[in-house]
């Protein structure tokens, strides 16, 4: 069964602060990994996403990276923001089946002054 | 930037009532899905359309769920006969590929 989870399931950390999210998957065949922020009560924002061959990707202050091969990937946020508070879902498609998404459960960042 | 809307936001209803909830994805969009989140989990899939047809869907898809695209801009899911475990949040996405797929606001279906 496709299955994405992620650690911590939830961080603390102070505005300009740097923090890493994980992602462990075992979603076969592997198509692409994507990274999405979820504001409360909102629908998920595309943040990067990565096929097979692509091991780094960045948006901003957002750099994804990627191990295939370990099934592993991370989200790292630098400077962070008070904005930047909201679950950050790590989200992998299999091929075929019409691009279907698996979700993981989500790691729950707030952003302190 | 275009993008995917959902009425109405929040519906409530009874038990045992219908529901059709709708979204217009983005114009140039071909293929269209169905997610749920129920409050404190985490998001679900539900269906997949394209070409007017259901190309996958989940378990949780039962005969209780319908989809269908009634005009050129339109995406609706319709859920017969609601009950309490209904009680989610509805996100409808659309998707040109080989771009991501773009989630709607969603709609909080409560089903008292």
């Known amino acids: 069964k496709n299955q994405v989870e992620q650690s911590p399931q939830s961080l603390i950390i102070l505005e300009g602060k740097n923090c890493t999210l994980q992602c462990n998957y075992t979603v076969s065949p592997f198509s692409n990994l994507r990274w999405y922020k979820q504001d409360t009560g909102r629908g998920p924002v595309s943040l990067t996403i990565?096929?097979?061959?692509?091991n780094t990707k960045s948006n901003g202050r957002y750099t994804a990276t990627l191990d295939a091969d370990t099934k592993q990937s991370s989200l790292h946020i630098t400077a962070s923001q008070l904005s930047d508070s909201a679950s950050y879902i790590c989200v992998v498609s299999a091929t075929g089946g019409g691009n279907k998404l698996t979700f993981g459960t989500g790691t729950q960042l707030k952003v302190e002054l | 930037e275009p993008e995917v809307t959902q009425t109405p936001s929040h519906q409530v209803t009874q038990m045992g009532q219908e529901v059709i909830l709708r979204c217009v994805p983005i114009?140039?969009?071909?293929?269209f899905y169905w997610y749920r989140q129920i409050l404190g989990q985490k998001v679900e899939f539900l269906v997949s359309f394209y070409n007017n047809e259901i190309s996958e869907k989940s378990e949780i898809f039962d005969d209780q769920f319908s989809v269908e695209r009634p005009d050129g801009s339109n995406f609706t899911l319709k859920i017969r006969s609601t009950k309490l475990e209904d009680s989610a949040m509805y996100f409808c996405a659309s998707r040109d590929p080989p771009k991501t797929q773009y989630f709607g606001p969603g709609t909080r279906l409560l089903v008292l």
């Open positions: 990565m096929t097979f061959s692509e």
């Open positions: 114009s140039n969009h071909l293929y």
